[in-house]
């Protein structure tokens, strides 16, 4: 747990629009009650059962499997930081446990709000690849347990927001260029005309923090997996490309509004000497989209995503030692970002990445 | 703005779009920090990635109390009619055997169709090819006897013992 995971380093894939692919699988056993209804020992029972059938699947060698009891509330807060595992199950104690792959790009809770809640992140779009992972493995443990089934319902789930496939698929996106231009509403609107649902964190007014945005489906039942994962990614890659075509349009109208903005947060960043979250996380998505753009070099995005990660509160507690009140952590974010800065150079804008814009900016969306 | 718990000045504002509909919720820092809520960000960054947009609806632990059965329940767990409207969520597997009318009715909406038409779980698809073979064996060892085909037979009785040992080894 000392080192980033796979997904957050962002290696191989181009993940400067699309961060993350996530995909979840909810599973129970059959004839047993749900989690949140079982009696403490069906729970336990439930556990006893699950626990060594996971832990002993092939990709799980090596892999992290605690008792959610044995984890101290920091342990917990910081694989909710990492998107290991939920709030909703980091609050839960005995009865509960967690198994998480070695390089943490699986991970499986056991009785959350499900018997088992499966979970494969990837980074950059790869939904399908993340999916197959993830069915595979889910093979494996059907092997093994009886999964609560219905010809006609698919996998039961405690709630019946997740029935059928039991799948939730979803990917973070970084969309600096059309929050700036003004036509993230439209964007999201569209998405969310299709059946999609997007989830953004909103400061105060309209301005978004950090300009990330996740698009995820909404229904389970009534479609193969196949079906959902394409529309998804159909329509996630179209809004990559509005956020590209808008990136080259903002460069082409006014480089000097564009790398004013990145200057002014690399500047707070590389100074900064107390930061709350919410600035500091506005800062590098402008940095990030430098990363993108040529201003700053390319491996300013995966330096980006680590920070994202590691300014988060239980991240911050952990790299401190003790137990940190909200205006010592403001300070000791400062100076990690300040370090991590240290070698880069500030934006320059001859070194804008000549690109060959594309025109087509209407499109499926039905955007005009 | 003011705070959607106690009316004072609100300090942590969170938006989000599920369903065509923006959902604000405006907290000053003691209801947030009561909330879990102690930094919006660090929240909100996570909850973004894992949440599924039934944050905050309904807990998701229900402590099971000994219901005092009104109306229907599911045989199996217990269950009632009035635990499903309450929380909208079921207690087992077999509840929705129960509930079946209900169900119909809560899915409707909720999702593209009713009928699930994606992955079906392994072993339960070899379980059931093995069931219908045993039905077919068998319906013919009942010919072969009837027959007085008693060689044919007991090939058949071999093959059937076969596919019972199998089942009971996969089927808990
Ligand atoms: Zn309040
Ligand atoms: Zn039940």
């Known amino acids: 747990m000392k080192h980033p995971a796979d997904w957050m380093t962002g290696k191989g894939a181009d993940n400067a629009v699309v961060l993350t692919s996530r995909i979840r699988l909810a599973r129970n056993l059959a004839n047993v009650p749900f989690p949140g209804w079982a009696k403490k020992g069906q729970r336990q029972e439930v556990l006893e059962e699950l626990l060594p059938c996971v832990e002993a699947l092939d990709c799980m060698k090596d892999g992290f499997s605690k008792p959610l009891e044995s984890l101290s509330s920091v342990q917990k807060q910081v694989m909710v930081e990492r998107h290991l595992i939920s709030r909703e199950h980091a609050a839960r104690g005995e009865g509960s446990a967690v198994v998480i792959e070695r390089r943490q790009s699986i991970s499986v809770m056991i009785n959350e709000e499900d018997h088992l809640r499966m979970q494969s992140i990837r980074p950059g779009l790869d939904l399908t690849a993340a999916y197959e992972t993830l069915s595979e493995f889910d093979d494996e443990v059907a092997g093994a347990v009886e999964y609560a089934f219905d010809p006609a319902l698919g996998y039961l789930t405690t709630c019946p927001t997740n029935l059928g496939t039991g799948m939730r698929a979803s990917s973070m996106l970084h969309l600096p260029a059309l929050v700036i231009s003004d036509q993230i509403g439209q964007v999201l609107q569209a998405v969310n005309k299709i059946g999609l649902a997007v989830r953004g964190i909103f400061g105060e007014g309209t301005e978004s923090l950090g300009n990330l945005f996740q698009i995820s489906n909404q229904s389970t039942l009534g479609e193969s997996e196949a079906t959902i994962l394409r529309r998804l990614e159909r329509v996630i890659a179209q809004v990559a490309k509005h956020e590209r075509n808008a990136r080259e349009k903002l460069l082409e109208d006014d480089p000097d509004m564009v790398c004013d903005k990145i200057g002014r947060g690399y500047g707070v960043l590389k100074h900064a000497w107390i930061i709350d979250s919410k600035e500091a996380l506005n800062h590098l998505s402008l940095l990030r989209l430098g990363g993108d753009l040529g201003f700053l070099p390319g491996e300013t995005v995966a330096l980006c995503d680590e920070l994202l990660m590691e300014i988060q509160p239980a991240h911050l507690q952990v790299h401190n030692g003790s137990k940190l009140s909200p205006e010592e952590r403001d300070a000791i974010r400062a100076e990690i970002i300040r370090s991590r800065l240290q070698t880069l150079q500030p934006p320059d804008i001859r070194f804008i990445k000549k690109t060959g814009g594309e025109d087509d900016t209407s499109p499926d969306l039905g955007i005009a | ?172």
């Not at chain 2, 929380?87 to 009928?115: L, Q, S, W």
């Not at chain 2, 090939?155 to 996969?170: F, N, S």
């Open chain 2, 1 to 172: 703005m003011d705070c959607d718990k106690c009316g004072k000045p609100a300090k942590v504002h969170l938006t989000q779009l599920v369903g065509g509909q923006v959902k604000k919720v405006a907290l000053c820092n003691e209801c947030a920090a009561q909330s879990g809520v102690t930094d919006p960000t660090g929240f909100a960054l996570a909850d973004m990635l894992l949440g599924d947009g039934t944050v905050g609806k309904t807990p998701s632990v229900l402590p099971p109390k000994p219901s005092v059965s009104k109306g229907r329940s599911c045989p199996e767990c217990g269950f009632t009619l009035e635990d499903l409207k309450r929380i909208r969520r079921f207690g087992c597997g077999n509840c929705y055997v129960a509930f079946r009318d209900e169900v119909n009715d809560m899915i409707r909406g909720m999702h593209k169709g009713a009928t699930h038409c994606g992955k079906v779980p392994d072993g339960l698809m070899e379980m059931r090819q093995r069931k219908l073979r045993l039905t077919e064996l068998r319906e013919r060892l009942d010919h072969a006897i009837s027959a007085e085909n008693y060689e044919e037979a007991a090939g058949l009785r071999d093959e059937i013992r076969q596919i019972e040992v199998a089942l009971e080894e996969t089927e808990p």
